[in-house]
């Protein structure tokens, strides 16, 4: 498939553990973007890359959560030490240009 | 903070309703969209709208961008089990390549 993958596609995990979550872009977008949805609200921002410009780190929530991007292309999103408030869908995005293409999310519940 | 407000909420209604979904704001955006999301799914941009006064339809779909672009509806005409989901906008202002997202409205249409 040519769409944006992400992995695991569920993940349960104990508080104070860390996990990490993947994201495939899709081949060529320059852009790709990491956002948080918990039930009941909108995308929570989190983190932006372009290129090969220092990434915007402002909607990372704390210093628990970091993100990286490998090569221009697969991104991985770190949470540390997580919490239960820290369970969510965790969505990555990616984008040529305006149009952002949505993978299908990772769902976190840490118990 | 800009933020995006949308009503309802929540929407439920029998087959062959017509409904009307809105996206407000106090902040100027230079453009919005609109994204559908199916459970499990990411959000899937059905429209974007840049100018002032813009109507964009797409099927049964319309969409309207206020003329001083601080608001957005979409309305949907004879609606079908097929578009049940959350319908979420997104506004970006100039300048900026991160979206603000809405709460959403959660719509269910019952056959």
């Known amino acids: 498939g040519a769409g944006v993958s992400q992995s695991p596609s569920n993940k349960v995990t104990e508080k104070g553990k860390d996990v990490e979550l993947r994201c495939d872009p899709i081949s060529g977008h320059t852009a790709l973007y990491w956002y948080r949805q918990s039930l009941g609200q909108g995308l929570e921002f989190l983190i932006y890359f372009q290129g090969n410009s220092a990434p915007d780190k402002s909607g990372l929530p704390s210093d628990r959560f970091s993100a990286e991007r490998t090569g221009g292309s697969v991104s991985t999103l770190t949470i540390q030490r997580t919490q239960q408030e820290d369970s969510a869908v965790y969505l990555c995005?990616?984008?040529?240009?305006?149009?952002?293409?949505f993978g299908p999310g990772t769902r976190l519940l840490v118990l | 903070t800009q933020l995006l407000e949308q009503s309802p909420q929540f929407l439920s209604i029998q087959e062959g309703e017509n409904l009307t979904v809105y996206c407000n704001s106090s902040?100027?955006?230079?453009?919005l969209q609109w994204y559908r999301q199916e459970p499990g799914e990411g959000p899937v941009l059905l429209v974007t709208v840049v100018t002032g006064g813009e109507v964009k339809k797409l099927k049964r779909l319309t969409f309207q961008f206020g003329d001083a672009r601080k608001d957005s509806s979409l309305h949907i005409t004879a609606a079908q089990p097929g578009d049940t989901g959350l319908y979420l906008c997104a506004g970006v202002s100039g300048g900026s390549y991160i979206p603000t997202f809405g709460r959403g409205t959660s719509l269910i249409v019952h056959p």
């Open positions: 995005a990616s984008s040529p240009a305006e149009t952002q293409y």
């Open positions: 902040s100027v955006f230079s453009s």
